[in-house]
């Protein structure tokens, strides 16, 4: 497959054991470019570790990935990544510019100082994340919403083709969420995403497949999920709700 027409992600019969003990099973996925992909599984599942895997922080105890063709190593520099918690003490003293410009560090910044094209390129990621104007601010007097906001910008400072988001919505209350999702329906107009979320409770208007991750992993199209599947993937009683008659649809527990 040449980089150019290779899905955004391609996985064949991967396995990923930690000390002997089995977290991925058998996992096969190809995710089209453009593609806005919703992670979701149990505590526990092996969401993380799959996000982990493509990004090449773990290798498979056997099978194959590829990311826009390329192995993950290869291709790090084009994946954008915000982690699951944020390691940054609140307190640290940075302003939003620094923190977005750690982003460039795969790209070769910080040893020999930040390019004018680095800043360039993380001003623009602060426009499109709606933070330009507080980038001289000290992060410690951001907001939990405005905080997120400058992970995603961190996360696309590296210019990415596919971002890797895992929970980007915890700890955001109803508006932030929604603000959120807003950001990354636009964002999804030029690039790929995959991003785990906890619950169901995920916007499915602006997500087209959904990848469940039970140590197995399937993917389906929004549409397609059933409340059957998701009884299946979470072992619980789930239910769903049908959003907008067009095949939209939220589950949630009962
Ligand atoms: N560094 C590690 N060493 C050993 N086991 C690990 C490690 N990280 C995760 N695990 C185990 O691998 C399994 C999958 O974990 P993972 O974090 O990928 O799940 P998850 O679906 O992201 O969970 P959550 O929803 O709680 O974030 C779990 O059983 C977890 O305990």
Request: net charge negative.
């Given at each position: 497959m040449d980089e150019q027409n290779s899905p955004a992600v391609f996985v064949k019969d991967l396995w990923f054991a930690y000390n002997g003990y089995p977290a991925l099973e058998n996992v096969n996925l190809s995710i089209p470019r453009g593609d806005f992909v919703s992670v979701v599984g149990p505590n526990g599942g092996g969401k993380t570790t799959l996000l982990k895997?493509?990004?090449?922080?773990?290798?498979?105890t056997r099978g194959e990935v590829r990311v826009m063709g390329m192995t993950p190593?290869?291709?790090?520099?084009?994946?954008?990544?915000?982690?699951q918690y944020t390691q940054l003490d609140p307190l640290f003293p940075a302003t939003l510019m620094d923190v977005a410009l750690m982003g460039r560090l795969g790209r070769g910044g910080l040893f020999g100082g930040y390019s004018r094209e680095d800043k360039n390129v993380v001003s623009e990621?602060?426009?499109?994340?709606?933070?330009?104007?507080?980038?001289?601010k000290s992060f410690s007097a951001l907001s939990g919403g405005q905080r997120q906001r400058l992970l995603i910008a961190r996360a696309l400072a590296c210019e990415p083709?596919?971002?890797?988001?895992?929970?980007?919505?915890?700890?955001?209350?109803?508006?932030?969420?929604?603000?959120?999702?807003?950001?990354?329906?636009?964002?999804?107009?030029?690039?790929t995403i995959m991003m785990v979320s906890h619950d169901l409770g995920f916007v499915s208007r602006i997500i087209k497949s959904v990848i469940c991750v039970k140590r197995k992993?399937?993917?389906?199209?929004?549409?397609?999920?059933?409340?059957?599947?998701?009884?299946?993937?979470?072992?619980?009683?789930?239910?769903?709700?049908?959003?907008?008659?067009?095949?939209?649809?939220?589950?949630?527990?009962?």
């Open positions: 895997v493509i990004l090449g922080l773990l290798r498979p190593e290869q291709a790090r520099p084009r994946i954008g990544y915000m982690p990621a602060l426009k499109q994340v709606g933070l330009y104007e507080l980038r001289k083709d596919l971002l890797l988001l895992d929970e980007p919505a915890a700890n955001l209350d109803a508006v932030m969420e929604t603000d959120l999702y807003q950001l990354l329906r636009t964002l999804n107009e030029r690039l992993v399937l993917m389906h199209p929004t549409t397609e999920i059933t409340g059957e599947i998701i009884n299946d993937i979470y072992g619980s009683p789930m239910r769903m709700i049908r959003h907008n008659g067009e095949g939209d649809s939220i589950c949630s527990n009962l």
